[in-house]
């Protein structure tokens, strides 16, 4: 007898057509069975060991989050509702061209320090647990297989698929330094991404404004695309700039694809600050005539108008040459420290796209030192105020003293723009949200079902249908993941079940750890996570590799 057969669900499968009722059988992780309208036919029902009325309820694929930062999240945080509880049963790791693989003693450090501000240090002071991560892997290949063993052999929340972080690479090759590669770092740079396509990775990411990725050229970026492409991955970046520039930062991104024959994934793909409101139609036009033109390309957007980084991601580009220490050794430097207030307040710092900084648009959102705590939760203008000082002081305060980790919500979106991007036909879902800290970015605990209840429900941005499919379909097309996106049979038992009429996101900027509400079951591999709307002890989540070309 089959494991489970959920009855009378309203099955919206993913493929963007129309929803029908149905029994969904489950067995051994995958789904063996689907029959329309069994109880309205009067035909003999499927039976399993357990039954689920699912009357009321929508049953569709599981969510895949194009754009998450779980990579610590999910080898410290065995709970993991930030995700788990929104439906989401599988994660895109890596992004923004810097992450924990491939590294070495040296470039670990630096690395952990420039995103810990992002993703934490891997310890107790983030997870509230009683151990330190060991971050007892190099390669690629070690840190899925770490992502396989999980916290204590037992797996990972959800899944999790894996980007080759492009700034890591050249850490390796080329060090944080502002320079052209020579030809022998290149190569090592190309041996180097061939080896973690080969062990597992889906992709390359690239984060045009972080250090030290931030640092090569178009041209060394298509010959590494090449590498990907050899493999049947994708090409995911943060383009260079989303303000004045986001346009034409966009299209050297369709440049390097044209060039490379890599597909293109476009992240958070939406321009921001007030220099850009109304000016989708504008990238949506790039896009549209490089797709009919034969060029892959997807993107992804969180559907929120908040963005999420680092302070220090705001600084330019030059400030960052070196690494972290450097970045530090000339925060401390007070007229080195002014040339940096100056590109960012008067000129515009590459780092903040080449717009003056707003300091009430930037709020802090996390940070690693405790004495720090008070300035979560607000901008950097009112922790400014509440000291009797300017905005710069308290900026160069919590980048010195967190060093230089602070997390921050950008708030520099425009609903209207959004919304055009959203419902273009290569848009999936991407949280981009931060999930550790004080407070964190609500994004981490609320994108998808803000999805369901903001975009469909209330807003009529995209029907149930439509949107399901961009999160579900789509971005398992992109990941070249043979198996999962739909409700079929033959396919893994990653499955939502959620209520139509209720779902919604409970996080917000004042409660920013809210779980979701109207999403009372969620399986991995058929297996409960998510039951009766509360997280089980199931660790169903493991690595999910590379399918050959």
Same mark, same amino acid.
């Given at each position: 007898?089959e494991?489970?057969?959920?009855?009378?669900?309203?099955?919206?499968?993913?493929?963007? =057509?129309?929803?029908?009722?149905?029994?969904? +059988?489950?067995?051994?992780?995958?789904?063996?069975?689907?029959?329309?309208?069994?109880?309205?036919?009067?035909?003999?029902?499927?039976?399993?060991?357990?039954?689920?009325?699912?009357?009321?309820?929508?049953?569709?694929?599981?969510?895949? &989050?194009?754009?998450?930062?779980s990579?610590?999240?999910?080898?410290?945080?065995? &709970?993991?509702?930030?995700?788990?509880?929104?439906?989401?049963?599988?994660?895109?790791?890596?992004?923004?061209?810097?992450?924990?693989?491939?590294?070495?003693?040296?470039?670990?450090?630096?690395?952990?320090?420039?995103?810990?501000?992002?993703?934490?240090?891997?310890?107790?002071? &983030?997870?509230?647990?009683?151990?330190?991560?060991?971050?007892?892997?190099?390669?690629?290949?070690?840190?899925?297989?770490?992502?396989?063993?999980?916290? &204590?052999?037992?797996?990972i %929340?959800v899944? %999790?698929v894996?980007?080759?972080?492009? =700034?890591?690479?050249?850490?390796? !090759?080329?060090?944080?330094?502002d320079?052209a590669?020579?030809?022998?770092?290149?190569?090592?740079?190309?041996?180097?991404?061939a080896?973690?396509m #080969?062990?597992?990775?889906?992709?390359?990411?690239?984060?045009?404004?972080?250090?030290?990725?931030?640092?090569?050229?178009?041209?060394?970026?298509?010959?590494?695309?090449?590498?990907?492409?050899?493999?049947?991955?994708?090409?995911?970046?943060?383009?260079?700039?989303?303000?004045?520039?986001?346009?034409? !930062?966009?299209?050297?991104?369709?440049?390097?694809?044209?060039?490379?024959?890599?597909?293109?994934?476009?992240?958070?793909? $939406?321009?921001?600050?007030? +220099?850009?409101?109304?000016?989708?139609?504008?990238?949506?036009?790039?896009?549209? #005539?490089?797709?009919?033109?034969?060029?892959?390309?997807?993107l992804?957007?969180? !559907?929120?108008?908040?963005?999420?980084?680092? /302070?220090?991601?705001?600084?330019?580009?030059?400030?960052?040459?070196?690494?972290?220490?450097?970045?530090?050794?000339?925060?401390?430097?007070?007229?080195t420290?002014?040339?940096?207030?100056?590109?960012?307040?008067?000129?515009?710092?590459?780092?903040?796209?080449?717009?003056?900084?707003?300091?009430?648009?930037?709020?802090?959102?996390?940070?690693? %030192?405790?004495?720090?705590?008070?300035?979560?939760?607000?901008?950097?203008?009112?922790?400014?105020?509440?000291?009797?000082?300017?905005?710069?002081? $308290?900026?160069?305060?919590?980048?010195?003293?967190?060093?230089?980790?602070?997390?921050?919500?950008?708030?520099? =979106? @425009?609903?209207?723009?959004?919304?055009?991007?959203?419902?273009?036909?290569?848009?999936?879902?991407? *949280?981009?949200?931060?999930?550790?800290?004080?407070?964190?970015?609500?994004?981490?605990?609320?994108?998808?079902?803000?999805?369901?209840? @903001?975009?469909?429900?209330?807003?009529?941005?995209?029907?149930?249908?439509?949107?399901?499919?961009?999160?579900?379909?789509?971005p398992?097309?992109?990941?070249?993941?043979?198996?999962? =996106? /739909?409700?079929?049979e033959?396919?893994?038992?990653d499955?939502?079940?959620?209520?139509?009429?209720?779902?919604?996101?409970?996080?917000?900027h004042? %409660?920013?750890?809210?779980l *979701?509400?109207?999403?009372?079951?969620?399986?991995?591999?058929?297996?409960f996570?998510? #039951?009766?709307?509360?997280?089980?002890?199931?660790?169903?989540?493991?690595?999910?590799?590379?399918?050959? +070309?």
């Amino acid at each position: 007898m089959e494991d489970l057969v959920i009855r009378d669900a309203d099955v919206v499968d993913g493929s963007g =057509g129309p929803s029908y009722r149905a029994d969904v +059988v489950v067995d051994d992780g995958r789904i063996v069975a689907i029959v329309q309208e069994a109880a309205a036919a009067g035909c003999q029902r499927p039976s399993a060991m357990r039954e689920l009325d699912a009357d009321g309820l929508v049953l569709s694929p599981g969510f895949i &989050d194009m754009h998450a930062h779980s990579d610590l999240a999910l080898l410290c945080d065995p &709970d993991h509702s930030a995700k788990a509880a929104q439906g989401v049963t599988l994660e895109v790791l890596g992004q923004d061209g810097l992450s924990y693989a491939p590294v070495d003693d040296r470039t670990l450090a630096g690395v952990r320090r420039a995103i810990a501000g992002r993703d934490g240090h891997g310890g107790d002071v &983030d997870f509230d647990l009683d151990f330190d991560l060991d971050f007892d892997w190099r390669s690629v290949g070690e840190y899925l297989d770490r992502l396989d063993h999980g916290v &204590d052999g037992r797996g990972i %929340a959800v899944n %999790a698929v894996y980007l080759i972080p492009q =700034g890591a690479v050249r850490a390796l !090759a080329v060090g944080w330094e502002d320079r052209a590669a020579t030809p022998r770092e290149l190569e090592r740079m190309r041996l180097l991404v061939a080896e973690g396509m #080969e062990q597992g990775a889906v992709g390359m990411s690239s984060g045009r404004t972080y250090s030290p990725g931030r640092y090569a050229g178009g041209a060394e970026l298509t010959e590494l695309c090449r590498v990907v492409a050899s493999y049947g991955g994708y090409h995911c970046t943060r383009h260079r700039s989303c303000g004045p520039g986001a346009v034409d !930062a966009c299209a050297d991104m369709v440049e390097v694809a044209r060039n490379s024959g890599c597909p293109l994934h476009l992240a958070q793909a $939406t321009p921001d600050f007030g +220099v850009n409101e109304g000016r989708a139609p504008r990238l949506l036009s790039l896009l549209d #005539e490089a797709l009919a033109a034969g060029v892959d390309i997807t993107l992804d957007t969180c !559907a929120h108008t908040s963005g999420c980084t680092t /302070l220090a991601g705001l600084l330019p580009s030059w400030a960052g040459e070196g690494g972290p220490e450097a970045v530090l050794a000339r925060l401390a430097d007070d007229a080195t420290a002014d040339r940096i207030r100056h590109e960012l307040e008067v000129v515009g710092s590459d780092g903040c796209h080449g717009v003056p900084v707003d300091w009430d648009t930037v709020e802090i959102s996390g940070v690693t %030192a405790a004495h720090l705590a008070d300035h979560v939760g607000r901008t950097v203008r009112e922790s400014a105020d509440l000291r009797g000082e300017a905005p710069w002081t $308290t900026a160069r305060r919590l980048l010195v003293e967190d060093r230089p980790a602070p997390a921050i919500l950008h708030q520099v =979106g @425009h609903e209207e723009d959004v919304r055009a991007i959203m419902r273009h036909r290569v848009h999936t879902g991407g *949280s981009d949200g931060i999930p550790h800290g004080a407070e964190p970015d609500p994004r981490a605990y609320g994108t998808f079902p803000h999805y369901l209840g @903001h975009c469909v429900r209330e807003s009529g941005v995209l029907s149930l249908e439509e949107c399901v499919a961009h999160l579900t379909s789509r971005p398992a097309a992109r990941l070249r993941l043979p198996d999962r =996106g /739909l409700v079929r049979e033959g396919y893994r038992a990653d499955l939502v079940l959620f209520d139509p009429r209720t779902v919604a996101t409970g996080s917000v900027h004042a %409660a920013p750890r809210t779980l *979701s509400t109207g999403i009372p079951h969620v399986l991995i591999d058929g297996r409960f996570v998510i #039951e009766d709307g509360r997280r089980t002890d199931t660790l169903a989540g493991r690595a999910i590799r590379r399918s050959p +070309v």
